[in-house]
């Protein structure tokens, strides 16, 4: 059994219900992506995890104990949520901004011990921010801005770290530089790393274990081989992929792809072009 | 102490600059204090000045300095500190860079308390003055749960831009019905309101900086001490969950010390507006955005900008006075303007 498991959730959003009784647990030490096509209630799911959305019945368990039922302080011990990236306070250097993740280890004042100052850092060298630590956070670009978010979170020092689209708005180069960052983290520190990504190819080359879902259900989960299928793919996104291997990772990718249905019309036009 | 390899040259500089910068507004304030005590319709020289302090000037001398220009000028830098510090924790809290105890209509909530009070009581050498601050805090509480509901909406929350408008609106409304209010009261209420609304510090002798001074000594070290909850409510609501702070409970709290400054501090003083949202600016300008330093620039600047709105207020018309509410409102207006259109783009 593993750590961290949710049982039975029934999750609404004004009245409607986004997710209704899923189950799933969530292997220790691997990385997890959440795919799924917009609106399938993926952000909702992450969101519940995190204990940013309440349940309307179920539970999220950690170590065995309901997430809700734990004191917030205690959670923000084990877990670091890193949400779609928002604004950050004008006036703060990378230094400040990635040492309040320390907040949950701080009383009183709040002011920086020995222990703190080793985990920020820590945080600031292994995201390779250690020569830009006194710049202002808001002069940095999209790519060092969410490594700064994610020092933030190492800061934290917690084993379980929760991302809600980590490489929106990034350039291929700059997804591929976060999303390695985490692979060493997973590899390096065995944390356990869940996210949500919209790029199922980068998705299935970084993740040991992958939950597609639709419509508030899980329609597939387990190793990549296992779900990115035309089968399932075809279930979730609805559309015909056409699918290859990784050479980097050796797991399936989709070669190309086209709205369900229109497959066989395409062709034909292709081949009397 | 901590050896120097994990904090950069910089950033122990930066800490060091924040505190002398803090150091450097309390000693502006103290030579505005000099300044103001020996300015106004009755001049003292500065030998003057020293001899009376010392208890060796004159009995009028005496008079004017302790009992109507000093208590006068501790009133100004207090009801600065506090308005200034409500305005830095409302701005931290709602991530709402327009955000201020006057603009809201707290202020005015507070002043509608007063004025119903003092309407009971007319004679201000009897009223009860300890009581002010209470019944202010009354009134401002009340308005700001009202501005609170009208503004909240199910599945959204707040929206700065809906709280700022209900808060606007309430303002004006509250200040409608003091007006209102006035007309079925006595002429001398009528002065009071009058004066009140345009700002003016009113309460000036010490029963006034007594009843205020407890709430000052209790409210800002409490903020301060909670300058690491600012900071991660600043951050935004998913994150400061997510870094383990209890969300609600603490905005209700550090929302209750605001609007308990904002109305301890106009209960002796008019309806200022404007220093809580200018101060916390000029205050982050200086200092950056950890709360651990913003928030005491930010009382030390109210105090300063107070003072001086005061004693400009004072002499520019000799022998009659501008209220301090309005001098302020002179330079703060325009950078609520500036503010604004600035969030715009």
Excluded at chain 1, 66 to 94: F, W
Excluded at chain 2, 132 to 160: D, M, Q
Excluded at chain 2, 209 to 235: C, D, E, G, M, Q
Aim: glycine letters at 8%; charged letters at 15%.
């Amino acid at each position: 059994m593993s750590n961290l498991f949710v049982k039975d959730i029934v999750v609404s959003y004004s009245g409607l219900p986004i997710i209704d009784r899923l189950n799933i647990s969530i292997p220790d030490h691997k990385i997890t992506t959440i795919i799924g096509p917009n609106g399938c209630g993926k952000s909702t799911l992450l969101k519940t995890i995190a204990r940013i959305l309440k349940t309307d019945r179920g539970a999220v368990f950690l170590d065995g104990k309901a997430i809700q039922q734990l004191s917030t302080k205690k959670v923000a011990k084990r877990m670091a949520i890193l949400p779609q990236s928002s604004e950050v306070p004008p006036g703060l250097t990378i230094f400040e901004l990635v040492s309040y993740g320390r907040f949950p280890h701080q009383r009183g004042l709040g002011t920086l011990k020995l222990e703190d100052l080793k985990q920020i850092d820590w945080a600031i060298q292994v995201t390779g921010l250690s020569e830009l630590k006194d710049r202002p956070v808001v002069a940095l670009s999209g790519g060092q801005r969410q490594r700064v978010w994610i020092a933030m979170a190492l800061a934290q020092d917690t084993d379980i770290l929760i991302l809600d689209e980590p490489t929106t708005y990034l350039d291929l180069a700059h997804q591929l530089d976060i999303l390695l960052l985490l692979e060493k983290l997973n590899k390096e520190e065995e944390r356990t790393i869940i996210m949500v990504l919209h790029d199922l190819n980068l998705a299935s080359r970084f993740s040991h274990n992958m939950i597609a879902m639709k419509e508030g259900s899980i329609v597939a989960e387990g190793p990549p081989s296992k779900v990115m299928t035309s089968s399932t793919i075809q279930k979730v996104f609805d559309i015909d992929a056409n699918l290859t291997i990784c050479p980097f990772s050796t797991n399936p990718i989709l070669h190309s792809y086209q709205l369900s249905g229109c497959t066989q019309d395409l062709l034909e036009n292709a081949n009397e072009g | 102490m901590i050896p120097n390899k994990y904090v950069s040259e910089y950033q122990q500089r930066r800490n060091k600059k924040n505190i002398s910068i803090i150091f450097v507004v309390i000693l502006l304030i103290i030579s505005m204090l000099i300044i103001s005590m020996n300015t106004g319709y009755i001049r003292l020289s500065p030998k003057e000045l020293f001899e009376t302090f010392f208890g060796m000037g004159t009995e009028r001398q005496s008079l004017i300095l302790f009992e109507f220009r000093l208590p006068r000028i501790v009133l100004s830098i207090l009801v600065g500190m506090a308005l200034a510090v409500s305005g830095c924790i409302l701005q931290g809290i709602s991530r709402n860079a327009l955000a201020d105890p006057g603009i809201l209509g707290i202020n005015a909530g507070a002043g509608l308390g007063v004025v119903l009070f003092i309407s009971f009581f007319p004679s201000t050498t009897e009223t009860p003055v300890f009581l002010l601050p209470f019944i202010a805090f009354l009134g401002s509480g009340i308005t700001a749960v009202l501005i609170y509901l009208l503004s909240y909406k199910k599945g959204e929350g707040i929206s700065p831009v809906r709280l700022l408008l209900t808060g606007i609106a309430i303002a004006a409304g509250i200040s409608a019905a003091m007006i209102v209010l006035t007309l079925k009261l006595d002429s001398e209420t009528y002065q009071f309101v009058a004066v009140w609304l345009a700002g003016s510090i009113w309460g000036s002798n010490w029963k006034f900086v007594l009843s205020l001074l407890p709430w000052i000594l209790i409210l800002i070290p409490f903020v301060i001490a909670k300058a690491r909850v600012i900071n991660t409510l600043n951050l935004g609501d998913v994150r400061a969950t997510g870094l383990g702070l209890a969300v609600e409970k603490e905005r209700i709290l550090l929302l209750g010390a605001a609007v308990a400054l904002a109305g301890a501090g106009v209960s002796v003083s008019g309806g200022i507006g404007f220093v809580g949202l200018v101060a916390p600016h000029m205050a982050r300008q200086l200092v950056g955005a950890r709360h651990q330093f913003v928030i005491l620039a930010s009382a030390m600047m109210g105090g300063l900008l107070l003072l001086v709105a005061d004693t400009i207020g004072r002499v520019i018309l000799q022998p009659s006075e501008i209220p301090a509410g309005i001098v302020v409102a002179i330079i703060g207006a325009p950078y609520f303007l500036y503010l604004l259109v600035k969030s715009k783009a």
